[in-house]
């Protein structure tokens, strides 16, 4: 798959579980970013990085815990979350802020 | 910041009428308008943009229309298939520095046949 792939699709974790999701992209960009899409709240955006480096923190809890150690990749790491965390978890990037998003096909993510 | 708005939050229409989606924004500095499709259970793709330099932009049967004065933005699809049937999602930015797109609520679109 080319564009912007994210790994795993789905996740069923526990509230005391440790789980990453990644997201990469293939297409040279230098802004990558992560969603929280939910029935509540449609496209929310948690975090921005741009050249590797946070420019967006949105108030996302500390549970919540994002890592760019290059343009093209992303993680988030995840840890001790809330059944109202269960969402769908995009990733996109775009060649520069502002412009426009290329997005990833999401995480399922389920916290029982 | 930014804030953008979008209506309807539902849209039902009939095979082959039109639909119109319409946002507002309310940072006049923003010049940079994308109208991203998501179908059921996949991402959200772009499929049409505008920039302030330009009004209206057509694109078969998908249109955006931009008045800048007024702060406001619309989709126009005409003769509307069940394919169409969405949700949709406006979005406002200023380009460069460390600006961001900032997304409306989105609209679902029901295309019956």
């Known amino acids: 798959e080319t564009g912007v792939t994210q790994t795993p699709r789905h996740l069923v974790m526990g509230m005391t579980n440790k789980k990453s999701l990644k997201c990469e992209q293939h297409?040279?960009?230098?802004?990558m970013y992560w969603y929280k899409q939910s029935a509540k709240k449609p496209l929310e955006l948690m975090f921005v990085y741009n050249f590797k480096e946070q420019t967006e923190n949105n108030s996302v809890p500390s549970r919540f815990s994002p890592e760019c150690p290059n343009s093209s990749h992303l993680f988030l790491h995840l840890h001790t979350l809330q059944p109202e965390d269960s969402a769908l978890y995009l990733c996109a990037s775009s060649q520069a802020q502002g412009r426009e998003q290329f997005f990833g096909p999401g995480t399922r993510l389920t916290v029982l | 910041g930014e804030n953008v708005e979008q209506h309807p939050s539902t849209l039902s229409v009939q095979e082959g009428d039109s639909a119109v989606i319409k946002c507002t924004y309310s940072d006049s500095a923003s010049n940079y308008f994308p109208w991203y499709k998501q179908e059921l259970g996949k991402r959200p793709q772009l499929i049409i943009d505008i920039r302030s330099n330009v009004g209206e932009k057509k694109d078969q049967r998908i249109a955006v229309t931009l008045n800048k004065t007024a702060k406001h933005f619309s989709l126009h699809i005409t003769e509307t298939q069940p394919e169409d049937s969405a949700v949709y999602f406006c979005?406002?930015?200023?380009?460069?520095?460390?600006?961001?797109?900032?997304f409306g609520a989105g609209t679902r679109l029901a295309v019956h046949p």
């Open positions: 979005a406002a930015s200023i380009t460069g520095g460390y600006n961001k797109l900032i």
């Open positions: 297409l040279g960009h230098n802004a």
